[in-house]
T-cell receptor
Framework: DSGVTQTPKHLITATGQRVTLRCSPR?????VYWYQQSLDQGLQFLIH???????AKGNILERFSAQQFPDLHSELNLSSLELGDSALYFC????????????FGPGTRLLVL | QKEVEQDPGPLSVPEGAIVSLNCTYS??????FMWYRQYSRKGPELLMY????GNKEDGRFTAQVDKSSKYISLFIRDSQPSDSATYLC?????????????FGKGTHLIIQP
């Protein structure tokens, strides 16, 4: 157990809908990262938050957004969902932003029908 | 050309064999190299973390980095059925991956009892 928690574990929804994925980092970690894992693209970095502020963006679509709250938990919002958004979404956390390893949560499996 | 190339396998070997897993990359700015293990339907788990070129050993696992060839390897000695998983290489040009980690697609490893 990495200490990173994610809810829900599974999510089934329809095209055009909006969903929110939640992540709680390990105790003491200030950084939260979001990744998307699909069969064809592998694990892709989406976005990084540090202590409530956005630090870096990767291959995140404009339909997707995230935030990190004062208690350091983070939410990833996915809107106008398409079939191709079906994937595993992982959250990872680390202590800071330099020379620390990232610890991954168990993931949320999203299926868009 | 993908930034990180990794043979997807599957790679099937008998129990007790030495396993060699490899990745090549194109971005010469990468300085931090990691190997993650991912069991089916679980989050990636960090196995090895290496900075720059050289070797690092941890129990049955040895990580090697050759920056001149842009090639990294993970060796598993005395392989066990419990080592059966997908192995992902990851890399970053900053210590904590503040800009996110770049992953290979993973090699599916099967250790036959």
């Amino acid at each position: 157990d990495s200490g990173v928690t994610q809810t829900p574990k599974h999510l089934i929804t329809a095209t055009g809908q909006r969903v929110t994925l939640r992540c709680s980092p390990r105790s003491g970690d200030l950084s939260v990262y979001w990744y998307q894992q699909s069969l064809d693209q592998g694990l892709q970095f989406l976005i990084h938050y540090y202590n409530g502020e956005e630090r870096a963006k990767g291959n995140i679509l404009e339909r997707f957004s995230a935030q990190q709250f004062p208690d350091l938990h983070s939410e990833l919002n996915l809107s106008s969902l398409e079939l191709g958004d079906s994937a595993l979404y992982f959250c990872a956390s680390s202590e800071g932003t330099a020379q620390e390893t990232q610890y991954f949560g168990p993931g949320t499996r999203l299926l868009v029908l | 050309q993908k930034e990180v190339e990794q043979d997807p396998g599957p790679l099937s070997v008998p129990e007790g064999a030495i396993v060699s897993l490899n990745c090549t990359y194109s971005n010469s700015a990468f300085q931090y190299f990691m190997w993650y293990r991912q069991y089916s339907r679980k989050g990636p788990e960090l196995l090895m973390y290496t900075y720059s070129s050289g070797n690092k050993e941890d129990g049955r696992f040895t990580a090697q980095v050759d920056k001149s060839s842009k090639y990294i390897s993970l060796f598993i000695r005395d392989s066990q059925p419990s080592d059966s998983a997908t192995y992902l290489c990851a890399m970053s040009d900053s210590g904590g991956g503040a800009d996110g980690l770049t992953f290979g697609k993973g090699t599916h490893l099967i250790i036959q009892p």
